[in-house]
């Protein structure tokens, strides 16, 4: 069995981290009946006998003595992580794999990047040296970030180029949450355009996740849990919108957000976690998702999201599950897929379903989705027997599709709006090591990027069908 380690960076990071951990226990505790310390179980956690001096890691098969995240936390600031360790999970997390600061990096990229970069490269590299030292098969690294802030967004990516340093041969997937149009951080479009070039430049996979798409989805569940539609009740147990029955006490603002992101986690690291009829390694996703380099911003769709009380499942309702994936309602980004173009698109289905329904539901899905030309075929699936907790299944669907254009597009436009004034520049500047080059360097990297999408979705005009000519009568 593979191992994972998940790399927190942030308030944000750390806060949807955290609601991963959380839910991640919930999961193997509905499932792992005996307290043994399973594969399932090794491929997120350590099992340390603290009996022993050296806290040493017991193997998979004896009984579970003291579960450890293999995680590695870092923020810039205490508070969050300080909640952490006076909350619930406290005990779940290796102190000695925590790493933080007291006065933030202020909403700035260059702090967050140059500064505490500079400043804590030695310890961050001492922690992921530590982290991956306790895996017996190292597979993948999961960063989650936000692109708004200063920690987030500069100190996350100049983790992740540490990470490419240190472990080249480690997949890195990370997750980011993008700003919405009406952030309360001014020079969050500075901060996400520089971000966006580091993530472009060393990631193997991007999961962009957009703030204004996770209120809309909560918005919509709290509209339905008040009566929005007749007969429509929300399940209280849900892991996607509430923390209860977990390890957390009340609900604390942007929980339900949180939780949101915390079951895309879920779900892509289910197929490492628990056994399948058509298992998904994590490093398939990038080998067969991302045809060229720089194009890997894969689009997260979730399903069952407005969990209605009525999940007793017929075929039809399987059937519904597929379709809502590829519905604009359910994608974590504001982007409507079906009218953009497919590089590839990855279903990853938890539960009791046969691979027939998998095939048959691509099968009638496919007319409506277009794919490029020469890969027509590009569908990867996986299978894991272990459902959500409180669902009988559920669903994620990666797509690798030009429909991201309009939002870096809408990114890079806020970028100039600032930048055209320079405005709020001098804050950047005045920080050791940034210069105003990495400015235009970030933006001409974003506008190749929506180039490369423009070109892709210029071919998908190839694709359609000739209109029938008219036949002039003689």
């Given at each position: 069995m593979t191992q994972s380690v998940v790399v927190q960076v942030g308030q944000c990071g750390n806060q949807v981290g955290c609601r991963f951990w959380d839910l991640a226990l919930r999961e193997h505790a509905h499932v792992n009946k005996k307290g043994l310390y399973d594969e399932a179980l090794s491929s997120f956690f350590q099992n340390v006998d603290s009996r022993r001096s050296n806290g040493r890691s017991c193997g998979v098969g004896g009984k579970i003595q003291h579960l450890k995240a293999r995680a590695v936390l870092v923020d810039m600031e205490e508070g969050?992580?300080?909640?952490?360790?006076?909350g619930p999970l406290r005990e779940v997390f290796d102190s000695t794999q925590l790493l933080t600061d007291v006065s933030g990096s202020g909403n700035n990229w260059a702090v967050?990047?140059?500064?505490?970069?500079?400043?804590?490269?030695?310890?961050?590299?001492?922690?992921?040296?530590?982290?991956?030292?306790?895996?017996?098969?190292?597979?993948?690294?999961?960063?989650?970030h936000s692109m708004g802030g200063g920690t987030g967004s500069g100190l996350g990516t100049r983790v992740l180029s540490l990470l490419e340093e240190e472990f080249p041969e480690v997949c890195r997937i990370v997750t980011s949450?993008?700003?919405?149009?009406?952030?309360?951080?001014?020079?969050?479009?500075?901060?996400?355009?520089?971000?966006?070039?580091?993530?472009?430049?060393?990631?193997?996979?991007v999961l962009p996740v957009e703030n204004q798409s996770l209120v809309e989805i909560v918005n919509k569940i709290?509209?339905?849990?008040?009566?929005?539609?007749?007969?429509?009740?929300?399940?209280?147990?849900?892991?996607?919108?509430?923390?209860?029955?977990?390890?957390?006490?009340?609900?604390?603002?942007?929980?339900?957000?949180?939780?949101?992101?915390?079951?895309?986690?879920?779900?892509?690291?289910?197929?490492?976690?628990?056994?399948g009829s058509l298992n998904m390694d994590l490093n398939e996703i990038a080998m067969n998702l991302v045809p060229f380099p720089r194009l890997h911003y894969l689009v997260p769709s979730l399903t069952p999201l407005y969990t209605l009380a009525d999940v007793s499942v017929p075929t039809r309702r399987?059937?519904?599950?597929?379709?809502?994936?590829?519905?604009?309602?359910?994608?974590?980004?504001?982007?409507?897929?079906?009218?953009?173009l497919y590089l590839a698109c990855a279903l990853m289905v938890r539960g009791n379903v046969q691979v027939s329904d998998l095939r048959r539901n691509i099968e009638r899905l496919r007319p409506s989705?277009?794919?490029?030309?020469?890969n027509q075929e590009g569908w990867k699936t996986g299978l894991c027997s272990v459902p959500p907790v409180g669902h009988s299944h559920s669903l994620l669907a990666l797509a690798n599709n030009t429909c991201v254009k309009p939002t870096f597009m809408e990114l890079r436009e806020r970028f100039t709006k600032l930048y055209r004034k320079k405005a709020h520049l001098h804050h950047y500047l005045n920080v050791e090591g940034m210069e105003q080059s990495f400015f235009s360097e970030a933006v001409t990297s974003l506008s190749s990027l929506i180039e490369e999408?423009?070109?892709?979705?210029?071919?998908?005009?190839?694709?359609?069908?000739?209109?029938?000519?008219?036949?002039i009568a003689k």
């Amino acid at each position: 069995m593979t191992q994972s380690v998940v790399v927190q960076v942030g308030q944000c990071g750390n806060q949807v981290g955290c609601r991963f951990w959380d839910l991640a226990l919930r999961e193997h505790a509905h499932v792992n009946k005996k307290g043994l310390y399973d594969e399932a179980l090794s491929s997120f956690f350590q099992n340390v006998d603290s009996r022993r001096s050296n806290g040493r890691s017991c193997g998979v098969g004896g009984k579970i003595q003291h579960l450890k995240a293999r995680a590695v936390l870092v923020d810039m600031e205490e508070g969050v992580v300080n909640e952490i360790l006076q909350g619930p999970l406290r005990e779940v997390f290796d102190s000695t794999q925590l790493l933080t600061d007291v006065s933030g990096s202020g909403n700035n990229w260059a702090v967050g990047h140059m500064t505490y970069g500079s400043a804590y490269r030695e310890q961050i590299v001492d922690k992921l040296r530590k982290a991956a030292e306790h895996c017996d098969c190292l597979q993948c690294f999961f960063l989650i970030h936000s692109m708004g802030g200063g920690t987030g967004s500069g100190l996350g990516t100049r983790v992740l180029s540490l990470l490419e340093e240190e472990f080249p041969e480690v997949c890195r997937i990370v997750t980011s949450i993008y700003p919405s149009a009406e952030d309360d951080v001014i020079t969050s479009p500075y901060n996400s355009v520089l971000a966006m070039r580091e993530l472009t430049e060393h990631a193997d996979c991007v999961l962009p996740v957009e703030n204004q798409s996770l209120v809309e989805i909560v918005n919509k569940i709290k509209h339905m849990s008040h009566g929005g539609k007749p007969g429509a009740v929300i399940k209280r147990d849900s892991s996607i919108i509430s923390g209860q029955g977990g390890l957390s006490g009340a609900e604390k603002p942007f929980d339900a957000m949180n939780n949101i992101v915390a079951n895309l986690l879920l779900n892509i690291t289910s197929s490492a976690r628990f056994e399948g009829s058509l298992n998904m390694d994590l490093n398939e996703i990038a080998m067969n998702l991302v045809p060229f380099p720089r194009l890997h911003y894969l689009v997260p769709s979730l399903t069952p999201l407005y969990t209605l009380a009525d999940v007793s499942v017929p075929t039809r309702r399987l059937d519904q599950m597929f379709s809502d994936a590829f519905s604009k309602d359910h994608q974590l980004i504001r982007a409507d897929p079906k009218h953009s173009l497919y590089l590839a698109c990855a279903l990853m289905v938890r539960g009791n379903v046969q691979v027939s329904d998998l095939r048959r539901n691509i099968e009638r899905l496919r007319p409506s989705l277009p794919f490029v030309s020469w890969n027509q075929e590009g569908w990867k699936t996986g299978l894991c027997s272990v459902p959500p907790v409180g669902h009988s299944h559920s669903l994620l669907a990666l797509a690798n599709n030009t429909c991201v254009k309009p939002t870096f597009m809408e990114l890079r436009e806020r970028f100039t709006k600032l930048y055209r004034k320079k405005a709020h520049l001098h804050h950047y500047l005045n920080v050791e090591g940034m210069e105003q080059s990495f400015f235009s360097e970030a933006v001409t990297s974003l506008s190749s990027l929506i180039e490369e999408y423009h070109h892709l979705d210029a071919t998908k005009l190839k694709l359609m069908p000739d209109a029938p000519r008219l036949s002039i009568a003689k």
